[in-house]
């Protein structure tokens, strides 16, 4: 099969190479999918698990991408749950081999029907940003309706789908961003807009939970945003700096069934769009995924035309 193959991690994107690889075999409790579309993550390559295995050992050539919309081609011993034949998106192992390839084995309880009516390219948008902006607003920050909420990077990947469930869960919702990014934050459902080049976030005044997506300076100066009883939630590593009187919370997303198929139903009965920005197929996706250009949105690889 096609692949896409990294060996090298201080290469980065840049060491990306489409080769072909043996097909792989389904394990205990696997299926095999035909990937039809990929979703990539742009810092996989600084991820331990893109280059070891659970054990810390050498795992590459190692195959990145772990988001996936395609058809289920044969089951593992054990296998319950899914079909040969059966549309599945979802989110495989941090640990093991990737979507951007023709074939992913991938543990079947990772995955979700994929809906007739929801093309692949859109469902292999979904299961990072989507679980996770489900996981951090709904079980980390235990949102309730008539909160308010600061989504930093609102019109990236994870930000606009915080913005959209936030909003649909009743929550007054304030995003953050680069100045050029200000309308589309407000189209996924912001109610306000913090350009972070020019304006001050701190003139935000207190909110009940801050979803943090950047980290760094932006990141610390979350924690001051929070009010008390409030939570800082973060997707970019434990908080440098936590709330005076608030919880702070960092965490990994985790595929689950029940979850993909929330967002997928909302997808059908638009309450949710999501956030591409580019389409690429897999003979391109090595130039796609190494843009020269400022993108917004996911690049998703539409492995099968
Ligand atoms: N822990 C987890 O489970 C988990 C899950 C998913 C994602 N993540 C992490 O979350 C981060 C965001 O992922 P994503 O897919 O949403 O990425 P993304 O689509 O690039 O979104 C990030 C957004 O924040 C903006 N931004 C970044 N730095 C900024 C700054 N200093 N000032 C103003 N705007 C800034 C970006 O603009 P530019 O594009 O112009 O920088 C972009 O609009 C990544 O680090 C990813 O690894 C973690």
């Known amino acids: ?27 205990l409790n696997d299926v095999v999918v035909q990937v039809h579309a990929s979703g990539f993550v742009p810092t996989e390559m600084a991820w331990p698990s893109t280059w070891t295995d659970r054990l810390g050992r050498d795992r590459t050539p190692s195959i990145p991408g772990h988001e996936l919309a395609g058809v289920v081609t044969a089951l593992g011993y054990g296998t319950t749950g899914l079909s040969v034949g059966q549309r599945v998106f979802g989110l495989t192992d941090w ?23 929801v093309d692949f390219t859109v469902g292999a948008s979904l299961p990072i940003s989507g679980l996770t902006a489900w996981q951090g607003l709904f079980e980390h920050g235990r949102l309730q309706a008539g909160q308010s909420v600061l ?21 007054y919702v304030i995003g953050t961003g680069r100045a050029a990014d200000r309308q589309k934050a407000l189209d ?13 976030l701190e003139d935000v005044g207190g909110v009940d939970l801050v979803f943090d997506v950047i980290g760094g300076d932006i990141g610390k100066r979350s924690a001051g945003l929070i009010r008390a009883g409030g939570t800082l939630v973060s997707v970019v590593g434990p908080p440098e700096a936590r709330p005076a009187d608030g919880l702070a919370v ?3 997303v985790v595929s689950d069934r029940a979850q993909l198929g929330e967002i997928v139903q909302r997808i059908r009965d638009g309450r949710l769009r999501t956030n591409i920005g580019n389409v690429a197929t897999l003979d391109d996706a090595v130039a796609a995924l190494n843009p020269t250009e400022r993108i917004t949105g996911k690049t998703i690889i539409r492995v099968r035309p």
């Open 1 to 27: 099969m096609k692949a896409i193959v990294v060996t090298d991690e201080a290469a980065g994107t840049a060491g990306m190479t489409l080769m072909e690889r043996l097909e792989p075999e389904p394990a």
């Open 95 to 117: 640990n093991r081999d990737g979507t951007l390839a023709e074939y992913v084995a991938v543990e079947a309880r990772n995955l979700a029907p994929l809906p007739g009516d």
């Open 151 to 171: 989504v930093q990077g609102a019109a990236g990947a994870v930000g606009s789908m915080v913005t959209q469930l936030a909003r649909e869960a009743g929550a």
């Open 188 to 200: 996924f459902g912001a109610q306000e807009f913090v350009d972070l080049e020019n304006d001050v």
């Open 250 to 252: 960092d965490f990994v």
